[in-house]
């Protein structure tokens, strides 16, 4: 196979290797000469620093693996053994373990920065997918990796996460049994969930790869959101954004090892150091922190969807396609559509106040004579009982979580401003910053007990805000700033913005 025109290189050994096999060629295109734009700002970062944690993560996942046993009788002393008798087996843990949270970080920040400045639009939508693949399959081995320990956090952990699957009708009690080789949390589960957690890091390096090559073929976005035309707008990316990407690199690991050196438990929850024992149930069973947020959007769904709800939210989607979506509505007039409203409204309002009666307090009604008359009425209705709701608490809980995550996969097509930055978009920065408070809010109400309260108000009121609101972010605001939002003149090209930039720095000294 001919490997076409290549520079030879003056060090003997790469050029014998890449005479036969052009490697180093290919990564002194894809990395070395490659043109980046010259803009970059630290947030581009958090992409090399996530790789960097993706292979220290399988490193000392593999080593971990070694001296771990997949059996529930002696997982948790398996543990303990690393942690005292193998060679640094507590610096080889705690770097694994503390690495699961700080891949985290990086990947959300890098999240929230391609959100921010627009990087999931045309063309970089296969891009953004695969991101979000990356993303769900991260998800995935974080949470088998956390019952590997056999601490009571695991094993309960599993036991609430793998029961919401028992929600999906027809296929749930099937599902659920398939995952735990059983019908509970026992050694077949944890020796199918060490086995996936093994593999699956390997399926994300692929994504990766998948990822970085489409980032190759389309370019990477930058602050100003605007492409580049021409060399001047751009720098190779070796030695600028190497040695950046380093320096941000050396910041981010001092702080790694901060947490690991000094507060290696504080990320992690002190119940995992109890061996694991299903006679006795946790006061508060949590996950780990990166999934506290959809954890709360999963407990936000506290009511059924009786049919009634069930048709307003139909009426409302309809609603949401036609003068949302829709730059102009096809089947429904604006009459039509305030009637939809209306009657959509008061059905989701009959709906969720009728399943909420079964729940208050007796006496309580018995004391208010108008809301006793209001729910006796309601509960009178046809399909109102909880038994006849097509979706109960429990799977509204899991489609909303799931939900959650799947908005990611389909934000290109929600958002289809032409300006990609929020830097030029006021609105759309003022909204996606409140969405960013909601989701550190949905972390906080996920951290606390279903019964906790702030200031007297129930956290659960405050989680259905915050599930309202992120579901109202991109459903609903993305599609409406698409189409009104003004924004304010982009610049004519990178060089011309940057330098523009440089002579107000300039002035000032």
């Not at 003997?12 to 070395?32: A, C, H, N």
């Not at 008061?346 to 399943?355: A, H, N, R, V």
């Not at 109400?445 to 109202?472: C, K, M, N, R, W």
Request: proline share 6%; net charge positive.
């Amino acid at each position: 196979m001919a490997s076409g025109e290549r520079e030879p290189f003056q060090n003997t050994v790469v050029e014998w290797i890449d005479s036969r096999m052009p490697i180093f060629t290919m990564l002194q295109k894809e990395y070395g000469v490659f043109p980046a734009p010259k803009n970059f700002n630290y947030f581009w970062n958090f992409g090399a620093i996530a790789m960097f944690m993706l292979a220290t993560m399988i490193a000392t996942g593999i080593v971990l693996a070694m001296h771990y046993t997949a059996n529930t009788h002696m997982a948790f002393d398996s543990v303990e053994r690393i942690m005292r008798d193998v060679n640094g087996g507590w610096l080889i843990r705690y770097i694994h373990m503390n690495g699961a949270s700080f891949f985290f970080i990086a990947v959300y920040i890098h999240i929230f920065r391609g959100m921010y400045y627009g990087s999931y639009k045309k063309p970089r939508e296969l891009l953004w997918i695969l991101g979000a693949l990356i993303f769900l399959l991260m998800m995935a081995t974080a949470f088998m990796g956390y019952v590997l320990p056999w601490g009571q956090m695991s094993l309960w952990g599993a036991t609430v996460i793998t029961g919401f699957f028992t929600a999906i009708p027809y296929v749930g009690e099937s599902i659920q049994t398939l995952l735990l080789g059983g019908f509970s949390v026992e050694n077949p589960t944890l020796t199918r969930f060490f086995a996936l957690h093994y593999l699956l890091p390997f399926v994300i390096f692929a994504v990766v790869f998948l990822h970085i090559w489409a980032l190759h073929v389309t370019g990477s976005n930058n602050p100003l959101g605007i492409d580049t035309k021409g060399p001047q707008d751009t720098l190779p990316f070796h030695p600028y954004y190497t040695v950046k990407d380093t320096f941000g690199l050396l910041v981010f690991l001092m702080i790694y090892c901060v947490f690991i050196f000094f507060m290696p438990d504080i990320l992690g929850h002190p119940d995992n150091y109890t061996k694991a024992n299903p006679l006795v149930t946790p006061a508060h069973i949590v996950p780990e922190w990166y999934f506290l947020p959809f954890y709360a959007i999963l407990r936000a769904i506290t009511f059924n969807m009786n049919l009634y709800f069930i048709v307003g939210l139909v009426f409302l989607f309809v609603l949401i396609v036609e003068f949302i979506w829709r730059k102009k509505p096809v089947y429904l007039s604006a009459s039509a559509g305030w009637a939809m409203l209306v009657i959509g409204g008061f059905l989701i309002l009959t709906g969720f106040t009728g399943d909420s009666c079964q729940r208050i307090d007796p006496k309580w009604l018995d004391e208010n004579g108008g809301f006793k008359g209001l729910c006796g009425a309601l509960q009178s209705l046809p399909g109102m009982s909880a038994a006849a709701a097509p979706i109960s608490a429990k799977l509204g809980g899991v489609l909303a979580m799931f939900g959650s995550v799947a908005m990611l996969f389909v934000l290109p097509w929600l958002d289809t401003h032409p300006v990609r930055s929020a830097r030029y978009r006021p609105l759309y920065k003022l909204f996606f910053l409140l969405l960013v408070v909601m989701f550190l809010v949905l972390g906080y109400v996920g951290s606390q007990p279903a019964d906790a309260s702030l200031l007297g108000i129930p956290l659960i009121y405050l989680g259905l805000a915050g599930t309202g609101y992120y579901f109202g972010y991109f459903l609903v605001l993305l599609p409406l700033l698409s189409r009104f939002e003004k924004t304010k003149p982009l610049p004519e090209s990178i060089h011309q913005a940057v330098l523009s930039k440089q002579i107000k720095v300039e002035a000032k000294i």
